[in-house]
C-alpha cells in the first residue's frame, strides 16, 4: 500500500472544520461579555465599520471558494487538493479565507459592541495557525515541493 496515496486522501488531515474555531471565538466572547461587558462604544459608525468589515470578509471568502472552483481543486482542508492556488486573493495572503475570518470575527465584534468578541479573533488566529495552517503548509510543501516553496516565499501567511 502507498503511503502517500494514503496521505493524500486525508489532504491536510486538519481534524474539524476550521470555521468552527471562530465560531466559538465569537460564541465565546459574547458569553464574556454578558458576564463582564467590556463596551467598545455604542455608536453608529462602530456599528457601520463592523458590518463593512463583515462585507469584506463574506467577499474575500466568495472570490476564495471561486478561485478554488476554477481550479477544480477542494477547499475543505480534510481533502486533496489538486492544485497550488496562487492567483486572485491568494497573491496577496496564502490564508484569506482564515484572514476573512478574523475580519468577520472582528466585524462582528463592533456589531455586537464587545471588546470581547473583537478580541477572539486573536486566540482564534493562533488556534488556527498551530492546527491547520501547519498542517496544510507541510501537506502542499511534502506534494507539491518546490512550487510550494516558490510561492510561500513570495506571499506570506497572513498579510
Given at each position: 500500500m502507498n503511503t502517500n496515496i494514503d496521505q493524500d486522501e486525508k489532504g491536510a488531515n486538519v481534524k474539524f472544520p476550521p470555521p468552527l474555531v471562530f465560531i466559538g471565538a465569537i460564541l465565546l466572547g459574547y458569553a464574556m461579555d454578558y458576564l463582564l461587558p467590556l463596551k467598545i462604544g455604542?455608536?453608529?459608525?462602530?456599528?457601520?465599520?463592523?458590518?463593512?468589515m463583515v462585507l469584506i470578509a463574506l467577499i474575500v471568502i466568495v472570490l476564495a471558494i471561486l478561485t478554488f472552483r476554477r481550479a477544480n481543486t477542494s477547499?475543505?482542508?480534510w481533502r486533496?487538493?489538486?492544485?497550488?492556488?496562487?492567483?486572485?486573493?491568494?497573491?496577496?495572503?496564502r490564508n484569506p479565507i482564515y484572514l476573512a475570518f478574523c475580519w468577520a470575527t472582528i466585524g462582528?465584534?463592533?456589531?455586537?459592541?464587545?471588546?470581547?468578541?473583537?478580541?477572539?479573533f486573536i486566540?482564534?488566529?493562533?488556534?488556527?495557525?498551530?492546527?491547520?495552517?501547519?498542517?496544510?503548509?507541510a501537506?502542499?510543501?511534502?506534494?507539491?515541493?518546490?512550487?510550494?516553496?516558490?510561492?510561500?516565499?513570495?506571499?506570506?501567511?497572513?498579510?
Open positions: 455604542d455608536t453608529i459608525v462602530i456599528m457601520i465599520a463592523g458590518l463593512m477547499v475543505e482542508p486533496p487538493t489538486s492544485a497550488i492556488i496562487t492567483g486572485g486573493v491568494f497573491g496577496i495572503s462582528i465584534g463592533l456589531i455586537l459592541n464587545s471588546w470581547w468578541v473583537v478580541l477572539g486566540p482564534a488566529a493562533a488556534l488556527i495557525t498551530v492546527f491547520v495552517i501547519v498542517r496544510e503548509e501537506y502542499l510543501e511534502d506534494k507539491f515541493a518546490e512550487e510550494y516553496r516558490r510561492y510561500r516565499s513570495r506571499v506570506r501567511r497572513w498579510l
